[in-house]
Nanobody, 123 residues
Framework: QVDLVESGGDSVQAGGSLRLSCKVS????????VGWFRQAPGKEREGIAA???????DYAESVKVRFTVSKDIATNTLTLQMDNLKAEDTAMYYC?????????????????WGQGTQVTVSS
């Protein structure tokens, strides 16, 4: 049983910041690829950031520079710091984890998904 519990979603004005957190249980999955996807109404799921098993972060072009992904092994927490938010960032954000290989941005790769946390950005 793998549990991913997200928190931190909220409604903010454009230009604002939010910090999303994901508690990963069991903590051993923090050693594998962990990351964040999002899905806006009427759109497909989009991989936005991940930390690969070698510790290297990857980002979608749409969020590079504005978002920062990090993990804390001591607390088994994955974090997504989101700055300079835009209206197009509005979506449900999901934490994901995977013990297999593959491209970080492919949704089909991930075995485990959290329930999601809503981010709404108003312009």
């Amino acid at each position: 049983q793998v549990d991913l519990v997200e928190s931190g979603g909220d409604s903010v004005q454009a230009g604002g910041s939010l910090r999303l957190s994901c508690k990963v249980s069991p903590g051993t999955y923090m050693r594998y690829c962990v990351g964040w996807f999002r899905q806006a109404p009427g759109k497909e799921r989009e991989g936005i950031a991940a930390i690969n098993s070698d510790g290297r972060p990857d980002y979608a072009e749409s969020v590079k520079v504005r978002f920062t992904v990090s993990k804390d092994i001591a607390t088994n927490t994955l974090t997504l710091q989101m700055d300079n938010l835009k209206a197009e960032d509005t979506a449900m954000y999901y934490c994901v984890a995977d013990a297999n290989g593959g491209t970080w941005s492919q949704a089909e790769r991930y075995q485990f998904w959290g329930q999601g946390t809503q981010v709404t950005v108003s312009s």
